[in-house]
Every structure is written in structure tokens, then in C-alpha cells.
């Protein structure tokens, strides 16, 4: 295959990788409207596992649409999640391309302590500061189970992530070095 078709192939693909991303968002974002926000915040662990496998600045992008989406589907304040979600996903890629493996279980606990902040500083900027809650019933009837269900679900999408990214991705040809006599050995 000559040099132009792999790279047009590899860009329909990534093209192709990135469509089905925002369908994907946009089918997560339909399922939370339809059920009037009760089900997990799915944008939060389909941000973190898109995150895992691309880039930083596409990661804080998606993940600052995703957060964009997640304030319109909760009506929450309209870039709230948004730059929560642009941080994270900034920060979860950072770690991924310096130091963590792409492995479920690190997806997993990253995406546990994302959520945890999210929806600590939700609670604390819409109910914690107002003093709407002093009993703590709303913390432990809403945003404990929403925690919880938000942390597991991001196993099957980190599955689906992953699969997306090995089927479309570009292919890396690794050509070997040839033989040099110039080496020295002793």
C-alpha cells in the first residue's frame, strides 16, 4: 500500500473513531434525558475511558464537550461540568501518557476519585453551601448511589473505548535497523 492510501485510510479511521464518539455521547446523553437524570452520569466514565487512550488536548476537548452536554442534560450551570470534565480528562491523559499502564483497573479507580470530586463540589455548590441539606439525607439518598453507579459503569465502557480504539486506529510499522559494522564490541 503506498504512503497516500495508508494515510488516507488512517484518517478515515480516525474520522470514523471520532464520529462514533460523539454518537456514542450523544446515545449516553439520550438515555440520561429519557430517564430524567436518576441513571449514573454516563459522560463522566465515557470522558475518563476516552481519555485513557488519546491524547491531552483531545481529551480535555472531549471531555469539556461531554461536561458541556452533562450540564445541559442535569441542568446544572451551564460550563460547571464542563470545566470539571476539562480538567479531568487534561489530567487522566497526562497520567496515562507519562506514567499509569491502560489497564481496566486504573480506569477504574481514576474514574472513581473524577467522579468523587464532581460530585463532592456539586453537592457542595448547589446544596452544601445553601445549607439545604444539614441532615445529610440528600447526600446519602442521592449522591452516594449516583457515586457508586457512575464508578462501576465505566468497566463496560472502557471495554467499548478500547475496542473502538484497536479497530480504528492507525496501524504503527515498526521496520528494523539494519546491521551496522561501525559497532564496536568487545
Known sequence: MARNEREKTELKKGILRWLLYLLIAFFCSGIMWATGGRLPLLMIPFAIS????????????????????????????????????????????????????????????????????????????????????????????????????????????YFLVRLLKQKLSPVVQVVPDEKSEDVIRE
Open 50 to 157: 476516552v481519555a485513557a487512550f488519546e491524547t491531552p488536548v483531545r481529551s480535555a476537548v472531549y471531555a469539556c464537550f461531554c461536561g458541556l452536554m452533562l450540564d445541559n442534560m442535569t441542568d446544572s450551570l451551564f460550563g460547571f461540568y464542563g470545566i470539571l470534565l476539562l480538567w479531568a480528562g487534561l489530567f487522566v491523559s497526562v497520567l496515562f501518557t507519562l506514567l499509569l499502564r491502560r489497564h481496566a483497573l486504573n480506569v477504574f479507580f481514576l474514574n472513581a476519585v473524577c467522579t468523587l470530586v464532581v460530585l463532592l463540589l456539586h453537592y457542595l455548590f448547589y446544596i452544601g453551601i445553601w445549607g439545604y441539606d444539614e441532615s445529610g439525607k440528600i447526600f446519602l439518598e442521592w449522591y452516594i448511589p449516583l457515586f457508586f453507579l457512575t464508578a462501576v459503569l465505566v468497566i463496560p465502557i
